[in-house]
Structure formats: structure tokens, C-alpha cells
């Protein structure tokens, strides 16, 4: 069909190539024109009704977020009258980043908020902000390395290693991950003539978005690496009393070998980030200019969804990744693992909180914040 006639059957002419591309599909799977045409039609009366069918899902999915940005676009940003309750821990931060804190506040969809005492300025929420929504997940307030987080081993090698055995434990690193910005396995020219690192997180449905699927074999080639910035692998000791080594079944009080890791969902994660934040401001046109990278998708809507979803796949990415280093580095050096802690602080989790003296379920987004319910172990990473 011309892009005249799928204009006219009411696809905007910018989404008219894929129109043309899906037709040719359903076309070369045996429908002829007129059901080709009827099919459409069905499709642009209600998008969110053929998120599924086997020829247009992809046409579908696009018109419904063009629906909703035209929709969104005429509708008038409505403040807050008040706003959203949060408490600030420590003193003498970054005015900048209290005032993100102050502005997360502002958001129409923010129930409450928290900043950390080692707050410092970010997109959107702060680096070490802490933002509960109702019903709404904002991307910007997770972060752009989703799932960034820590993990510590603690090996039986003695910590005299640390001195004596220095240059094996070098050694190790560099064989069993790479850093740098793109960095993977497998590159020609390795001088280890290392492969690609296998998970289970894998052989998980990376079709639950377009930016999953597109970025799967970037994610493979990047499993088991640690990327740039302030990201690490690092040897060092682990220090615990006799009540805390009893508490983490660990033999005797004192000094251990540990291994600590940080570093997040690598490539794909920040692909995940860019797409859905962009969307998410995209169907928020009108939200003031200090406002705008704290612009949320609505957990009731298909692009909502299919972030929390994406989110969640990158969590697991990011553990795996941890999972690879610690797992071949401790190969490497023959040792057994005799304690391991990890966290996220990159993130959003649906939690339930007490919210103006009523439960209720939210959803916490937690910016290089660490977790500390009752009873949780967590990891918090020195600059």
C-alpha cells in the first residue's frame, strides 16, 4: 500500500514505513489486500487491543504511544497544592541536589521522599535520593545504570594474600572481566583469547521490549565485565566481631579476604534508560522545565508496563554480571566462597509503607541509595 492510503486509513505519516514493512509481512504470510486493509483498520481504531497479533504488534505498539503523546500534549501540567512529604539525613549537602529532592517533591505521582547524608546532584532525582510514587515509575529516579550495584565474596584465602600474592590476585582481575567504556568478551586481539561468560539470565525472554530485544547480543558480549566511571573489582578485608561472625555463619572474629564488586547493567541498561525516559517526557510535554527528567510512566499503561519490565530483566542482568565475576575469579584463584551480601541501589521496588497513617503499596525508587529494612544486609561503596 502507498503511504497516501495507509495515511488515510488514519497512520500518522511517520509511522507509514512500518505500516508498509508489517503489510509486506502479513501479505507474505497469506492475507491478501483486502484483510491486509481491514487488519490496519482494526489496528488504528484500538492500538492497545493488538499488542499481540502475530502481524501488527509493532505497528500497534507505536500508534498507541503516538496516541498518547497527541493525547498528553493538550493537556495543561496541574500542580500540587502541597508538596509530597521527605526527610533529609545529615547536613551541609549540595544545595543543588536538596533542591532535586525539593522538585521530586513537586510531582504530581510522589507520595513521599528521603535524602541520603552523601546526596550529590544527578538527572532528575539525586544521587542519593529516595522517591515513593503511587501507581508510577519514574526512569530518571531509578537511574541510567539500572540495577548498578555491589556484591562482596568472602573467600577462605588468607589475608596475607593481599601482600604476598599480590600479583596473582592482579592477574586475576585482569583475566576474568574487562573495564572501559564498551569493553566485552571475546574482542579480537585479546591476548587472553577469551569468550563471551554463560548465565541463565540468557535463556530469559528478552522480547518484553523492543530495546531488550535489540540489545541482547550487546548484553551477552558484556556479561561479566565492569564498564567505566566509578565502577570496581577490588581485593581487600573483611573485618567482624565474634557476634557478627556468628551471625553470618562465618568460623572465627576477625580479619577475611573478601572480594567487592560495583558495576550495573552495563550497555543495555543504559539503552533501557534512554528509550523509556525520553518516552516518559515525550507523554509529559507540559511538565515544567525543572520537572522534566522526573517525567513518569504510568504503571497501568502498556509503556509502564513493558519498563517495569525491562527494569526488572536488567536487575537480573546486572546481578548476573556480579554473579560471573565473582563466581570465575574465585575459580581462579581456587578458592571457596564463604559469605556473600549483595545489593542494588540503582532501582525501583513495589513495597508497601505507611503513608499519611494509611498502608499502602508504592513504588520506591531508590538513586544510589542502598536498602536498609529491618533486618537487611547491604553494601554501601566508598568513592
Known amino acids: 500500500m502507498k503511504a497516501r492510503s495507509l495515511e488515510n486509513l488514519g497512520i500518522p505519516h511517520t509511522l507509514t514505513k512500518l505500516a508498509k514493512w508489517q503489510s ?52 495543561p501540567y496541574v500542580p500540587r497544592e502541597t508538596p509530597a512529604p521527605w526527610r533529609q539525613w545529615g547536613g551541609n549537602l549540595e544545595e543543588q541536589a536538596v533542591q532535586q529532592m525539593r522538585c521530586a517533591a513537586e510531582v504530581p505521582v510522589a507520595v513521599a521522599g528521603a535524602l541520603m547524608p552523601d546526596a550529590h546532584v544527578g538527572y532528575g532525582l539525586p544521587i542519593g535520593g529516595v522517591l515513593a510514587t503511587e501507581n508510577a515509575v519514574v526512569p530518571y529516579a531509578v537511574g541510567v545504570d539500572i540495577a548498578c550495584r555491589m556484591k562482596m565474596t568472602v573467600l577462605d584465602l588468607p589475608v596475607k594474600w593481599l601482600e604476598s600474592n599480590r600479583d596473582q590476585l592482579i592477574n586475576a582481575i585482569e583475566r576474568e572481566t574487562r573495564f572501559g567504556i564498551g569493553s566485552e568478551f571475546g574482542k579480537r586481539g585479546d591476548p587472553h583469547k577469551s569468550k563471551p561468560r554463560d548465565h541463565d539470565v540468557l535463556d530469559e525472554d528478552w522480547n518484553i521490549s523492543p530495546i531488550t530485544r535489540q540489545n541482547k547480543d550487546k548484553a551477552r558480549n558484556q556479561l561479566g565485565t565492569s564498564g567505566s566511571g566509578n565502577h570496581f573489582v577490588e581485593f581487600g578485608t573483611f573485618n567482624v566481631t565474634q557476634e557478627q561472625a556468628r551471625e553470618l555463619n562465618l568460623p572465627h572474629e576477625g580479619e577475611y579476604l573478601a572480594l567487592l564488586s560495583h558495576s550495573g547493567s552495563r550497555g543495555s541498561g543504559a539503552q533501557v534508560c534512554d528509550y523509556y525516559s525520553k518516552l516518559a517526557m515525550q507523554l509529559h510535554p507540559n511538565l515544567p522545565r525543572e520537572l522534566r527528567h522526573l517525567a513518569w510512566l504510568g504503571l497501568d499503561t502498556h509503556a509502564g508496563q513493558e519498563y517495569w519490565a525491562a527494569m526488572n530483566l536488567m536487575g537480573r542482568y546486572a546481578a548476573a554480571n556480579h554473579a560471573c565475576i565473582h563466581h570465575h575469579l574465585a575459580k581462579n584463584l581456587g578458592a571457596r566462597v564463604m559469605l556473600d551480601i549483595e545489593n542494588h541501589h540503582n532501582f525501583a521496588w513495589e513495597e508497601e509503607h505507611e503513608i499519611n497513617g494509611e498502608m499502602k503499596k508504592v513504588i520506591v525508587h531508590r538513586k544510589g541509595a542502598t536498602p536498609a529494612g529491618q533486618g537487611v544486609l547491604g553494601i554501601i561503596p566508598g568513592s
Open 24 to 75: 509486506s509481512d502479513a501479505r507474505a504470510a497469506g492475507l491478501d489486500q483486502h484483510q491486509v486493509r481491514e487488519q490496519l483498520l482494526a489496528v488504528v481504531a484500538d492500538p492497545a487491543a493488538h499488542l499481540d497479533h502475530p502481524h501488527f504488534a509493532q505497528l500497534a505498539a507505536a500508534l498507541a504511544k503516538h496516541q498518547a503523546i497527541t493525547i498528553n500534549a493538550s493537556q
